[in-house]
């Protein structure tokens, strides 16, 4: 009798390629290829992240008013017009202004008799991550080959430091199931450092790491030990720029609950979950013959309740 892990392996595989041409990227999607030039300055990428966490208020703002909010000087806002291909800041607000129209549109307007309270706010605010990341997932071909390349990788390291360790232990204890070497890293310091480095030595390719606000500096020091390894890291995050998203070779940046005193993960827990179908979709014979190996194994040491 098949595992309910069996079952869904075998009848959830992600099938490449692109939805019906109504499928549109979510807004802060279009923002980070918009902006994805690899020589802004600190303070340009400081302008790009306001404006992809706050589109539908700041496309309208003029010049003088999103310098203030974003505490950079005019000229750096024309500057940063320039540097994402713009021949000045009307023309970028233009540019906003249509994704923002687009935004609206496309979502229903929350009043406050509708939304609730602070709890449902909570729910909606979760809701609305998930539907920008089901926009996101059109195409779902980057999952699919990160997929791939991280079931390739033996050993794989998945990485999670402070409030992202939750996270990663989630993704290492599914990843075991199918992968025959998944080292999980939750420490951070010299314990991360040595695990990176045995990881390569041992002739691990990629890193997955996740890193949830608040961003600790301990992984951003990680990720620059792993990069110097020699290892390719793959990132989930909520962060479209930043010195952390600057470290991967793949990004995967979505957005986090924040209405309530600690944060919620609802996307960054889907792109998990995510990655682990791509992942057996990626060897599907590996699959099927580690789950049912571990099937055993749990019936013979009654590892589970009998539902």
Same mark, same amino acid.
């Given at each position: ?91 970028? &607000?233009?540019?906003?202004?249509? /994704? !923002? %129209?687009? $935004? ?7 009043? +406050? =008799? ?112 792993? &990069?110097?390894?020699?290892?390719? /890291? !793959? %990132?989930? $995050? ?7 998203? +600057? =470290? ?60």
């Amino acid at each position: 009798m098949s595992s309910p892990q069996q079952a869904r392996a075998q009848a959830s595989a992600i099938t490449s390629g692109r939805t019906a041409p109504e499928a549109e990227a979510a807004p802060a999607s279009q923002l980070r290829t918009l902006f994805d030039r690899p020589r802004l300055s600190p303070g340009q990428r400081r302008i790009a992240q306001y404006l992809i966490e706050h589109i539908t208020e700041a496309a309208f703002l003029s010049i003088t008013d999103l310098a203030d909010r974003v505490g950079v000087s005019q000229p750096s806002v024309t500057r940063f017009a320039a540097a994402v291909g713009f021949s000045g800041y009307p023309a970028l &607000r233009e540019k906003l202004q249509a /994704i !923002a %129209l687009g $935004t609206l549109a496309g979502g229903p307007v929350a009043d +406050d =008799e509708s939304r609730g309270n602070e709890l449902q706010a909570a729910v909606d605010a979760e809701i609305e991550n998930l539907e920008n990341l089901r926009r996101d997932f059109a195409d779902p071909d980057r999952v699919i080959e990160l997929g791939r390349k991280l079931s390739e990788s033996t050993p794989l390291t998945v990485l999670g430091l402070r409030i992202s360790a939750s996270l990663a232990e989630y993704f290492a204890y599914a990843a075991r199931r199918i992968h025959p070497d998944v080292r999980l890293v939750t420490r951070g310091g010299s314990v991360a450092y040595d695990a990176l480095l045995q990881s390569r030595e041992a002739g691990g390719i990629w890193v997955l790491a996740f890193s949830m606000p608040r961003h600790a500096q301990e992984t951003l020091t990680a990720l620059r030990v792993a &990069r110097s390894a020699g290892l390719k /890291i !793959a %990132l989930v $995050t909520d962060l479209a720029l930043g010195d952390v998203a +600057d =470290e991967a070779d793949v990004l995967f940046s979505t957005g986090t609950g924040s209405r309530l005193v600690f944060d919620s993960y609802a996307a960054p827990g889907v792109i998990a979950a995510a990655l682990l179908q791509a992942m057996t979709d990626a060897d599907p014979e590996r699959t099927q013959a580690r789950l049912e190996e571990y099937e055993q194994i749990s019936d013979q040491h009654q590892f589970f309740l009998r539902d």
